[in-house]
Each structure stands twice: as C-alpha cells, then as structure tokens.
C-alpha cells in the first residue's frame, strides 16, 4: 500500500484531471492558432490562468472541508490570479512586458514543481512526474524568454506537457487512493475479526472459571 501524507500532493485527483485537461486545450489553441493576432494570444493565456486560479480556489475549498490543509491551493491560486490579469489588462502593452510575465511564471513554476516533487518521498512514479514537469517548465521558461515574437506557441507547448504530466498524475493519484482505500477495508475486517475472535477467548475463558468454581 502506498502510504500517502496529507499534502498538496496529495489533492483530489479530480483536481489534475481538469487542470490537465484545460492546459491541454489551451495549448493546443496558443500552439495551433496561427490565425490569431498577438493580442487574442496573450489573451488567451490570461484566460487559461484564470481558468486555473478558479480549479486552486475550488481544490483550496475542498482541502478546507477535509481539514488538510488549503494554504498551498490558494497561494498557487492567487499567483496565477495576479498573472492572469497583469496579461488582460496589459494587452496592449508592448511585447516585451508580455514575454517577461509569462517566460518568469513558466521558469518560476516549474522550480517550484522540481522542489515539490524532491519532498515528494511517499512514491517514485509521483516524484518522477513531478520533477519532469518541473524540468519541462524551467526550460521552457528560457526557451520563452529567448524566442521572441513566438514565445507564446512556445509557452503552448509548455502547457501540452504540464496537460499531459497533470492527467498522467491525476490516474495515478486515482489509483493510489483506490489501493489505499482497499488497504484502510481489509486492515478494519482483520481488526474486526481479531476483536470476535478475542471475545469468543474471553467469553471461553470465563466459562472455565465459572465451572471451576
């Protein structure tokens, strides 16, 4: 059974399945939208990050409800709040503004996935997704800092890869809570059993007693 601690980690698994799901989306747009002007691009950027605080607000609710801890989730939200619409409301701004936002957010997140996933000593696969996605995000925040007018289908590549390590983790996730719930259900019918087993010795032995009596 794989032993999983209360962390950010360890969220909903429901959690990286959407988030997985809209970065994909929204990269395949900023990646494959060659129509687009530079302006609906950024936009569309600012629109996935604010697509992204909501699903960290929502995760933070959850985490609060089950009493495991929602400062993580609404830091991470309010990050991607603020980038969110240092984008929208600088749409018009020069490009360069642009750039350096979404090249230190990339570089920034991805530092702090290759941290996360360093302290993440509970499974190897949950550590290697992790620190790979962390990888692509350092990366990929240089290659965005130095790609000029394209750095946005660069930063939708980006978001392909942290789409593709958020579903890959979000099964994964599944999949340990399945094991780990089994695990909880067979540990309680052996300690059930245990329980019985003791009250029939107990009940047995104060019989003989009684009898000796």
């Not at 997140?109 to 000593?121: A, K, P, S, Y």
């Not at 067979?186 to 007693?209: I, P, Q």
Request: charged share 20%; aromatic share 12%.
């Amino acid at each position: 059974m794989a032993h999983i601690k209360r962390k950010y980690i360890d969220s909903h698994w429901s959690v990286f399945v959407v988030r997985g799901i809209i970065a994909i989306l929204f990269g395949w747009v900023a990646l494959f939208s060659m129509k687009q002007s530079f302006a609906s691009l950024v936009s569309i950027v600012g629109v996935f990050l604010l697509c992204l605080s909501i699903v960290e607000f929502l995760n933070a609710l959850h985490r609060a409800h089950q009493k495991t801890g929602w400062g993580i989730s609404v830091s991470i939200a309010i990050v991607d709040a603020i980038v969110a619409l240092a984008l929208l409301l600088t749409i018009h701004e020069d490009t360069a503004w642009h750039l350096y936002i979404i090249a230190g957010y990339t570089f920034v997140r991805g530092i702090c996935e290759i941290i996360t996933g360093f302290r993440t000593d509970e499974d190897d696969t949950d550590r290697f997704i992790w620190i790979l996605c962390g990888v692509c995000g350092a990366i990929m925040g240089i290659v965005v800092f130095n790609s000029g007018e394209y750095f946005v289908r660069f930063f939708g590549a980006y978001l392909f890869a942290l789409g593709i390590c958020s579903l890959i983790y979000g099964v994964h996730n599944r999949a340990q809570k399945m094991e780990d719930r089994a695990a909880r259900k067979e540990t309680a019918a052996l300690a059930a059993k245990t329980r019985k087993r003791n009250a029939k010795k107990t009940k047995t032995s104060s019989r003989v007693a009684s009898r000796k009596k």
